[in-house]
Nanobody
């Protein structure tokens, strides 16, 4: 069965850095577009970042561009999200997701077939 497991969340202060990891199993990881989304209480799930099969193409939401970096290690079936200069507004549950179709709608949650359980990130001011 397909499983995505996030880790690395926690409580940090504004300006700190954090690296999230997502380990995938049960799927041909290297052939999947991988994305990160986040959801705060009472808010819709929003796009954060995505990375293509080879890792050569990335995309970021305007709110995190310049601060966050997505990467992947296909040998380890793992996608990472390095978050620098964290702000209180980054507080949310962060989810990784896998898109087997490469539909081009990678900023939209419905494009992703598989989701992890999420990891909580809390940034205090």
């Amino acid at each position: 069965q397909v499983q995505l497991v996030e880790s690395g969340g926690g409580l940090v202060q504004a300006g700190d850095s954090l690296r999230l990891s997502c380990v995938a199993s049960g799927l041909p990881f290297s052939s999947y577009v991988m994305g990160w989304f986040r959801q705060a209480p009472g808010k819709e799930r929003e796009f954060v970042s995505a990375i293509n099969w080879s890792g050569g193409r990335t995309s970021y939401a305007d709110s995190v561009k310049g601060r966050f970096t997505i990467s992947r290690d296909n040998a380890k079936n793992t996608v990472y999200l390095l978050m620098n200069s964290l702000k209180p507004e980054d507080t949310a549950d962060y989810y990784c997701a896998a898109d087997p179709s490469n539909s081009g709608y990678y900023t939209r949650p419905y494009a992703y077939a598989y989701w992890g359980q999420g990891t909580q990130v809390t940034v205090s001011s």
